[in-house]
Structures are given as C-alpha cells and as structure tokens.
T-cell receptor, first 115, second 114 residues
Framework: AAGVIQSPRHLIKEKRETATLKCYPI?????VYWYQQGPGQDPQFLIS???????DKGSIPDRFSAQQFSDYHSELNMSSLELGDSALYFC??????????????FGEGSRLTVL | AQTVTQSQPEMSVQEAETVTLSCTYD???????LFWYKQPPSRQMILVIR??????QNATENRFSVNFQKAAKSFSLKISDSQLGDAAMYFC???????????FGKGTRLHILP
C-alpha cells in the first residue's frame, strides 16, 4: 500500500541557509500535517493544510512557510536556518474523516542537520 | 492550554508479560480524542489505539487496551503478551475535536527483555 513519502530523507545545511522539505500524501488524502521532533523530544505540531488551504497553525517559526499544491503534495520551506532547527520533520496525511478518528499516517521523516 | 503528561520515561517488561504505560492529560474541553502512538527505532510514528472521549467503553486492539478514566483525566495503555517487536517509544497524545494539531506527551521508552 502507498504510504506518505517525504524527501529528502536526510539534509545537511549550514546556518543561515535555506531548506525545503517535500511531502507526498497517500492518494486521496486531502489533509497534510507537519510536525517537528527535536532530539529526544516529542513531536511538535507546526502547521496543517486541508484542500490546499491552511487549516491549523502551531508553533511554526516565522522563518518557516509551507503550502499545499493542487496535487495535494506539500512543501515546508525553512529560511535563515539556526542550529536549533536540527530535527526530524514529519509529514502526516489523512482524509478529513480520518482526522477525526486519529487515522493520521506518518511518513518516515526528513532529518535536517544544521551545522 | 492542553497538556499531556507521561510520568514514566522508561519501562522494561519481560517477553510475554503484561505492562501498563501511564498517561494523564489536562483539558477544559469536553469533546476530544486520545491516542497512543508507537515510534520504533525506524522513527516512523504508528497509531496503536485511539479513544473518543464521549465513549465510555475502553478501546481494545488485539493485545493493546486502554483504561480511560475521563473524570481523572487518565489514559493508560496496557500491552498484554509483550513481544520483542513492541520495543519502541510510546507517545500518549491528545486532540481537541475540531483541531488539527495533536499534542504529544514526552514519551515512554519500552524495553522488552527476552
């Protein structure tokens, strides 16, 4: 069965550089969520999109932006990278009904390392 | 603000035994969902079990069951007949109805002893 695809799986950047993470949801899933998990930390909700519109917003820094495209894939853009941005970034997807039942399907994550 | 607390950073259990992971939460909402997610070494988050707050009956999924005490705001996970593949970080999580964001606890790392 198709799963949530995230790319790249690993990314190394220097401070003050820019990074873009991509997420391809499961086919027919219309809702995408982004989470950030620092080393040894619990995942923190960043932002979500439903039908290409921002649906909910969490603790996403102003340096970060995201969008969902017409094919439902989503991109998380991070600028002026800081050391503290080093983390595992998860994307998850669901149907709108699946959201209510907790049926979020997570990708394997993109590990960002900022040097 | 809603919070989720897992007071056991690590636990160990013998293979085939039963273990209970604790979770408490705080909310002023009446309509919400509770979840347990498993994060194995591969790092992918996997939904183990979910509970709707309006349901009094405790959720069960094969060897996994919960003890949901709404008044006490407690949501523990019981794993029966523990298997080596159950070794992982377990996160208790909360979501208000109508919200997208899931709030995770700090996690409990479960070790299975052969």
């Amino acid at each position: 069965a198709a799963g949530v695809i995230q790319s790249p799986r690993h990314l190394i950047k220097e401070k003050r550089e820019t990074a873009t993470l991509k997420c391809y949801p499961i086919p027919r899933h219309d809702t995408v969520y982004w989470y950030q998990q620092g080393p040894g930390q619990d995942p923190q909700f960043l932002i979500s999109f439903y039908e290409k519109m921002q649906s909910d917003k969490g603790s996403i820094p102003d340096r970060f932006s995201a969008q969902q495209f017409s094919d439902y894939h989503s991109e998380l853009n991070m600028s002026s990278l800081e050391l503290g941005d080093s983390a595992l970034y998860f994307c998850a997807s669901s149907t709108r009904l699946g959201k209510n039942t907790g049926e979020l399907f997570f990708g394997e994550g993109s590990r960002l390392t900022v040097l | 603000a809603q919070t989720v607390t897992q007071s056991q950073p690590e636990m160990s259990v013998q293979e085939a035994e039963t273990v209970t992971l604790s979770c408490t939460y705080d909310t002023s909402e009446s309509d919400y969902y509770l979840f347990w997610y498993k994060q194995p070494p591969s790092r992918q988050m996997i939904l183990v079990i979910r509970q709707e707050a309006y349901k009094q009956q405790n959720a069960t999924e094969n060897r996994f069951s919960v003890n949901f005490q709404k008044a006490a705001k407690s949501f523990s996970l019981k794993i029966s007949d523990s298997q080596l593949g159950d070794a992982a970080m377990y996160f208790c999580a909360y979501r208000s109805a109508g919200d997208d964001k899931i709030i995770f606890g700090k996690g409990t790392r479960l070790h299975i002893l052969p």
